[in-house]
């Protein structure tokens, strides 16, 4: 026990030590200094690519308000090593809606929701074309066409097929396309029509899915990101966070998608529609946003992550801060939630120092 003179060390004896204010404050900014040179660890051993420790990933999601402008600090460090500060914009298109026999939880489209959205069969070659060239004007770099249901027919796939074929030949933009679960032969005529990449998301952790969907399992999601893989195809595999998932949930998910080997994780963030069983979950903050996309660069670090649906409901004035950790964007909307305007998304890239980058990649 302390001792404050000659008196007894007893606990109703002790004094309250003064500290001088500059000390204080000189403690002060040495914690954060070190907390700050902590994710600058993480960011160094991300870099050289070794996987955090379920700890370090704990501590990422875990982080104090106070402290989210160093943990960006630091994701950036990363995202730029790979990036530099260019943003590349996706635009997709709901090319069938409705009528889905899934059972997904979050998803308006599905066989339980009752929500007043449009359905209607596959768009025609025309309006497919318009759309690529819609997204060719907002200076996309990829052209998402997504279709409703468990998964594409052999048809569906010859009629998509076709469709491709024309819109390369028109228009200078990757395709990529998200039909639900697909065989490898299916992705193979897809390649063959010049498709670049499959977009197929694991949505959550192995253990959390049956919370979400029961008609088809985690291991369906998976089997389709490898076939994909194996028709020689880019593969696009992200997920949902809000939907009521825990942090190891968003760790599992995050180390899954390294262990697939994906070439692009979009990241959703979930937008309540009313008539899904989701409706009333709104369990996200931006500060939450922003350090699942950190998690998600430091364990993925050299990948393209996209922030997805959701954005702007979930991060609104602070949708700009998500281009530290994440290098891509959907313009113009999602398939039945509206979304930031392409030209008040270039206005925001911009202003804050990023750059649209609409060079088209060569295809895999």
């Not at 899954?256 to 080997?261: F, H």
Request: net charge positive; glycine share 8%; charged share 25%.
């Amino acid at each position: 026990m302390l001792k404050r003179g000659n008196e007894p060390t007893s606990r109703s004896t002790i004094r309250r030590a003064s500290i001088p204010v500059e000390t204080a404050w000189l403690f002060f900014w040495n914690l954060l200094w070190v907390r700050a040179m902590d994710y600058h660890k993480l960011a160094e051993k991300s870099l050289r690519g070794e996987v955090l420790t379920r700890q370090e990933m704990g501590s990422v999601l875990g982080a104090p308000a106070g402290e989210i402008s160093s943990l960006l600090n630091a994701a950036l460090r990363v995202r730029q090593h790979f990036w530099g500060r260019k943003v590349h914009l996706h635009m997709l298109t709901n090319a069938r809606s409705g009528l889905c026999p899934e059972d997904c939880h979050y998803c308006s489209q599905s066989a339980i929701s009752q929500a007043p959205i449009a359905k209607y069969p596959l768009l025609s070659r025309e309006t497919l074309l318009e759309g690529a060239q819609r997204a060719k004007a907002a200076r996309a770099v990829r052209y998402c066409i997504v279709t409703s249901g468990r998964g594409p027919t052999d048809r569906d796939i010859e009629t998509l097929a076709a469709i491709v074929r024309d819109i390369r030949q028109a228009v200078e933009i990757n395709i990529c396309c998200s039909l639900g679960l697909m065989t490898e032969g299916q992705a193979r005529t897809l390649k063959g029509a010049g498709v670049e990449r499959v977009n197929h998301n694991l949505n959550t952790s192995r253990r959390f899915h049956p919370a979400i969907c029961s008609t088809h399992t985690y291991d369906d999601r998976v089997r389709t990101v490898e076939n994909v893989r194996r028709a020689g195809l880019s593969t696009c595999c992200g997920g949902i966070v809000g939907m009521g998932e825990t942090d190891d949930d968003l760790m599992d998910l995050a180390l899954s998608l390294r262990e697939l080997d994906v070439a692009s994780i979009p990241v959703n963030f979930l937008h309540p529609i009313p008539g899904t069983p989701f409706e009333g979950y709104r369990e996200l903050t931006p500060e939450r946003c922003l350090k699942v996309l950190c998690l998600f660069r430091f364990v993925n670090p050299a990948k393209e992550i996209r922030v997805a649906g959701g954005r702007e409901l979930n991060l609104g004035s602070q949708q700009a801060l998500a281009m530290y950790p994440a290098n891509s964007l959907f313009v113009d909307g999602y398939l039945t939630t509206p979304g930031q305007a392409a030209a008040d998304t270039h206005r925001m890239i911009e202003a804050h120092g990023f750059e649209i980058d609409d060079t088209v990649p060569p295809s895999a």
